[in-house]
């Protein structure tokens, strides 16, 4: 089955959502100022969302171990064969492309949300637009995760180089973007900062291509 229609769908979808939030934001700015002139008498306290931002540092950390574990034994494979365990399920060819995506998608992958949600609600001075979000992005992609240690040493692969994931994975994957876009341009839509720093411009573009 091929994802490519969904995906579009999804980049379209993106791209709509970024397109309403930007219109939005025109016409709020324009009636921002008295507002704002007012809530500079006084100091307003934010309590940023650090929990799931730690929860994403702890994942990439736990899978990035487990990714790299991985290739120590799959290293060690290519001169002692007998760390197959006569399994077909331990062999180098289906343990290789766990290694590859536990590090991209564990390691790389968690550490990059948390940094991103760790440093938007501070550029932007708004705490996560919903925490409900943000945790249904946290699990949803650590199940991911846990769905692809499964599935790729029991050998079902596309067989497709950094692309091995089976399509319900990729469907999954592209849902939970879109929970991590709707999350991260409701932050935006409610910052208490008026200019965007360049940073939150190149969230922009990597979320919505």
Known sequence: ????????????????????????????????TCSQSSMSARNVTIE????????????SIIWGAVGMLVGVLIASQLNFFQLN????????????PLHTNAVIFALVG???????????????????????????????WQAIILS????LPLGLTRGKEYAELIWP??????????????NFFWTLARR??????????????TIIT
């Not at 940023?48 to 702890?58: I, S, T, W």
């Not at 692809?148 to 599935?151: H, K, Q, R, S, V």
């Not at 208490?192 to 573009?205: D, K, M, Q, T």
Request: proline share 1%.
């Open 1 to 32: 089955m091929s994802v490519i229609p969904l995906t579009l769908t999804i980049s379209l979808c993106l791209v709509f959502t970024f397109v309403v939030f930007f219109l939005r934001e025109h016409n709020r700015l324009r009636f921002q």
């Open 48 to 59: 940023y969302n650090d929990k799931v931002v730690r929860q994403f540092m702890f994942a």
């Open 85 to 96: 365990f006569k399994t077909s399920y331990l062999t180098f060819g289906r343990l290789r």
């Open 110 to 140: 968690n550490m990059m949300f948390a940094g991103i949600y760790y440093s938007t609600q501070r550029l932007v001075k708004a705490r996560l637009g919903s925490d409900f979000l943000s945790s249904l992005h946290f699990w949803g």
């Open 148 to 151: 692809a240690a499964i599935t």
């Open 169 to 182: 994975i990729n469907i999954a994957v592209a849902l939970i973007w879109v929970v991590f876009g709707i």
């Open 192 to 205: 208490n900062e008026r200019s965007l720093y360049v940073a939150i411009w190149f969230y922009i573009a």
